[in-house]
């Protein structure tokens, strides 16, 4: 399985931002894993020029559950297509907080993006509480199985990422062990749901991911690579990640 490296601008970013898009496609010209960046909206066209031809994918943050219609403010997975992204970032913690997204809403727009043929990147995480009320694996178990598809589709078309909330821009970080624990939890879900085939189905690992600890999170079993936040908006810090994950 080629492994990913993606990164989440969140809501950073501007078009002078594109020149460190150039700079990290010039530091990884190729890569034996999958690079990958996912601007807010606005940027996403604009990257996916700057990245014709190179190794680096562009994504969307978000996308709808429906085609078209009136839905103010909304895109959807076409429209993500036609911008000229191959990937979209599905119940991320902060869309489920800050509006309100559900396990049944994010398995509608994970449905609906990999009909539209982009991979489907779908987080799931515990918050601080609950990992101290010691339910971590019930709670991560929950949101696999109202957030993910019926069928996978092909397993490089889904991609779970594993961010608990409270390492989330806060450079902290579960240990080595913690990470290990979830993943495998996250592998057995997948593969009791889906079958043998989710053994290739790629599990990320996200949350104050950087260049000093990104090759020991990468060096464990059923980590296929990160999804990095802050790191990703510099060309200086989000290259060497990538070049961990190649090494690894
Ligand atoms: P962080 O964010 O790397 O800034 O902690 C990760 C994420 O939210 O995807």
Redesign the pocket.
């Known amino acids: 399985m080629r492994k990913l490296a993606?990164g989440?601008w969140?809501m950073n970013g501007s078009a002078a931002a594109l020149a460190e898009v150039k700079a990290l496609i010039a530091a990884h010209p190729a890569t034996s894993c999958d690079m990958l960046l996912c601007p807010p909206a606005t940027l996403v066209a604009r990257m996916a020029e700057v990245a014709t031809g190179s190794a680096l994918s562009v994504g969307g943050q978000d996308c709808h559950a429906q085609g078209s219609g009136a839905h103010t403010g909304d895109i959807s997975a076409q429209m993500l297509v036609d911008a000229g992204a191959s990937h979209v970032?599905l119940g991320?913690?902060?869309r489920r907080a800050d509006h309100l997204e559900t396990d049944a809403l994010v398995q509608a727009k994970t449905i609906a993006a990999q009909a539209a043929g982009l991979t489907a990147i779908v987080?799931v995480g515990e918050t601080e509480a609950q990992r101290d009320a010691g339910k971590t694996l019930a709670v991560i178990g929950g949101q696999l199985d109202g957030s993910l598809p019926p069928d996978m589709n092909r397993p490089d078309a889904l991609v779970i990422?594993y961010?608990p909330v409270w390492?989330?821009?806060?450079?902290r970080t579960p240990t080595l062990d913690e990470v290990a624990e979830v993943h495998a939890h996250i592998r057995a879900a997948v593969i009791n749901r889906y079958g043998a085939a989710a053994q290739g189905m790629r599990l990320l690992y996200?949350?104050?991911?950087?260049a000093s600890n990104a090759a020991a999170i990468f060096a464990l079993p059923n980590v296929d690579g990160?999804?990095?936040?802050?790191?990703?908006l510099k060309a200086a810090d989000f290259a060497p990640i990538v070049a961990a994950l190649t090494q690894a």
Do not use: D
Request: hydrophobic letters at 35%; proline letters at 0%.
């Open positions: 993606a989440n969140k970032i991320h913690s902060e987080c990422a961010e390492a989330i821009g806060t450079g996200g949350g104050s991911v950087k990160a999804l990095v936040g802050g790191a990703s």
